[in-house]
């Protein structure tokens, strides 16, 4: 959690309801509210949310001061036995609690205890408040959420006249994130491209942490499902995301994320069912137009998720975890840096386990050989004298290590070192016919700094959910994914078929240097797991001019 911007926005409101922060003391005082216990010590960062939400409800959603206590206490049975406190009650104007907020870390937002902590310290103390003859409408559990240069909330909705009990919400777990101004109704807006409610694309590390740490333990937890099986469907799931992104016009909703819908002057949640029809039409366009599947028979029997094995709450969850979020624009690519990319690389890393014929090479070994092949000499040379990159292709990509660390390697040595003045490689020399090639916004643009990987870098993977973790780990680092197939890295080049140019992989010629086998010449390097290369035959090897590993 960044303290001092939440700081700064508590500085910058007119209204104050924090007299008092000094963080370096962790000290603070609030004014103008009731507090059941008086607070003077920031003890952990649930005091910085609850800091942040308490000067909100007063400066933008308008809510009185005076109507909103703190740390109300609670007892239950004889006095002093059975203690409990509510961190922040907004009232009515008859006394009733309207938001019944619990403000926690986002690391304790995160955690898997977070259905114990909606059940005990929402649902049962709101139930205690209302043995003091108050009703209780809307339970929150809050916590914040960072982008770089500013601070937004995270929360949990629940409507208790929709939800009475916690078991009530257990079964269909609907709830809003949009906190309600001036007592009105809590609704779940719809984002919408090019609205005031567009997806968010400006966003830290430490929220994509958050969101992966969260999914893990949801997602994850419980049982009953495999690693292997629950990373693939989120793999599918983020695809389905991305296909959304990219077929969007202006002023469309996007279609993954939780709807709601109006019912006689109410909202209503849509079903499971209905979200998991939505999300799959998304994933199955996404295979016909991102992984060239386009057999309408194998399309009509594919599926997002396995529901038998993935179920479709926590499909809703995950959903709602990920609408908010651009995965396609939400790059920080102008710092060499591709946050996105990381966050799914960390998934990677928890969520599929390596067996039998499958192999992961560590980033270390992919880096060593990229310098030991001399792969930065060779690009400057390839962009001297033929104004291209050096074309690159893995036949066993797996998830994409060796595709991803050639794109951060190209990019980082063309356009990071040996920067002159200018912000030119220095080792390409002084020809113009270079020097525009490069500093054209079709090599490497800030704002999309891999883009050249659509032209240069390409990957086949046999196995279906890696070969899809491959095309996702592409897109998601900005990216390259264009020339991802998944298909058996050993086919003639014939059966690489794509509808979009360019494809140095379907082209081959017969060549008498090989027996007259068909040669496809295009690629510079190939670059794969070496366990790969050991199984491979002199006659199926020599398909490639150049074999490098």
Known sequence: MDRTLIKKYIDNQPQKVVAKMDLGKNKIEYQGILQGQVIKEIKGDEEMSRSFILTRLVNELGY?????EIEHEYTAGRPHTNTSRIDI????????????????????????????????QLYKVAGMERTEGNSVRYLVLYTTAETIDKVMDECIIIDTEKFPTFAD??????????????????????YIKASAKDLETDFSNKMLNQLQTDLHNVLWGGGGTDDNEVFASLTNLILAKIQDEDEKEDGDTYDFQSMTFAKDGDEEFETNEQLFERINALYRRALKSKLYILDENELQKSYVIDSKKFSLS???YAVQRMEGLSFVDGKNSLSGKDILGDFFEGIIRNGFKQSKGQFFTHINIVRFMLYAMQTDKLAIKRIKEDKELPYMIDPSAGSGTFLIEYMKFITKNMKYRNRNADGYNALLGTARAVKDKVL?????????????????????????????????NMILHGDGSTNIFVKDGLLPFSKYEKETAPNALHGSDKNELYQNREVNGQFDLILTNEAVICGLTPEKACNFKEFAA
């Open 440 to 472: 054209s916004d079709w090599f490497y643009p800030n704002h999309r700094e891999n883009k050249w990987a659509q032209t240069y870098i390409y990957g086949s993977e046999i196995n279906f959910n890696l070969g899809t973790a491959a095309k996702v």
């Open 89 to 120: 009650v907004v009232r009515d104007a008859k006394g009733n609690a309207f938001l019944f907020i619990e403000c926690k870390s986002p690391d304790a937002y995160a955690s898997d205890d977070r259905d114990q902590i909606i059940e005990e």
């Open 64 to 68: 009185a001061p005076d109507r909103i």
């Open 169 to 190: 919400w257990e079964v269909s777990r609907d709830f809003s994130n949009t906190l309600p101004a001036r007592y009105g109704k809590a609704q779940k807006t719809p």
């Open 314 to 316: 926590k499909l809703k």
